[in-house]
């Protein structure tokens, strides 16, 4: 299996940021009580402050493996003691910086009625602060080598506020640990949505390269009116978040899916598999977690005197 590609870069001013520096709670760890950084950076990528990249940054130590000073990390803290962002301090004070290799990734977990939710979102990254920051066109790229297993069209709607036709691609890619997980990112060019569809991509039929694009996250304003029979009309206005990974370019000559130094059939069978391992033991962990908070929850049954106590308790 050939080394496979998933990188994204992110380059703009501190929207606003909820990192922390927290401590390992954990007593059985190696590491506990030792320092690191957690939390969500949001960067606006755009002049208008209108498409706002999140990242997460889920543990970020002050040294690397190697024990050398983590740059990341320095640069964190920076945001966190001094920093500006654009919601306090402005556009013009707000720190500038740049996340580099950056990896796009998902936030897998069941809902309550058992449906597998998986949350695209940007893992990560290598970030500096710098004093300017590139063209606005180069601020929110993305790169990642995909396994598509299908391509849809969504036909314009206007009262579902989709203006225009777009296609979306589905398919799998995979993480620096060679893990794989779901993704959908979004055509918009009318060349490029017929390239998809004539792929004929689907899951008996892979089709095995390479895509790149922008990433935008946009705040939506949506506004609801009911006509009344007399009188003032019920109006509802609403925002949602609104994240895509829009396709711009792709490998003129796809991967040759099934070669050895590539990627055979069996891997991508077997990182299936994995995922699916993966998965199970996700829903294990979360009915656990309900199960031991219906536990402690319930109240304390006293038995009748005449009945012996119960004994045991759940079975997982």
């Not at 957690?38 to 999140?54: C, K, S, W």
């Not at 935008?216 to 009309?233: H, Y």
Request: net charge negative; glycine share 6%.
């Amino acid at each position: 299996m050939q080394k496979v590609y998933n990188g994204e870069h992110i380059e703009g001013r501190v929207f606003t940021h909820d990192l922390k520096i927290k401590t390992v709670q954990n007593q059985a760890s190696a590491n506990f009580g030792k320092e690191f950084i957690a939390g969500t950076l949001d960067v606006a990528v755009d002049e208008a402050g209108l498409n706002v990249i999140q990242t997460h940054f889920t543990y970020v130590t002050p040294t690397t493996s190697t024990g050398k000073t983590n740059a990341t990390f320095s640069e964190l803290k920076r945001i966190i003691d001094s920093g500006k962002t654009w919601l306090t301090s402005g556009k013009d004070e707000a720190t500038k910086v740049k996340i580099d290799n950056t990896t796009l990734a998902v936030n897998d977990f069941y809902t309550q009625d058992d449906q597998l939710v998986s949350v695209m979102q940007n893992e990560g990254g290598f970030v500096t602060i710098v004093n300017d920051i590139c063209d606005e066109i180069e601020r929110n790229t993305f790169k990642a080598d995909i396994v598509i297993t299908g391509v849809t069209r969504v036909e314009k709607d206007e009262e579902k506020n989709i203006p225009e036709d777009y296609v979306v691609v589905k398919g799998n890619i995979f993480n620096f640990r060679n893990a794989i997980f779901p993704v959908e990112f979004r055509v918009e060019n009318v060349g490029g949505m017929k390239y998809f569809e004539d792929l004929d991509a689907s899951n008996a039929n892979p089709v095995f390269t390479q895509v790149w694009g922008r990433i935008n996250s946009n705040t939506i304003k949506v506004v609801r009116t009911e006509e009344s029979a007399f009188g003032e009309d019920s109006v509802q206005s609403f925002e949602r978040k609104v994240k895509k990974w829009v396709i711009t370019g792709t490998k003129k000559v796809p991967y040759d899916f099934g070669d050895e130094k590539v990627l055979t059939e069996e891997e991508l069978k077997k990182a299936t598999q994995d995922r699916e391992v993966y998965l199970a033991d996700i829903k294990k962990r979360r009915d656990e977690y309900q199960a031991s908070k219906s536990s402690t929850s319930a109240p304390a049954q006293v038995a009748a005197p005449s009945a012996p106590a119960n004994k045991g308790g759940f079975t997982f």
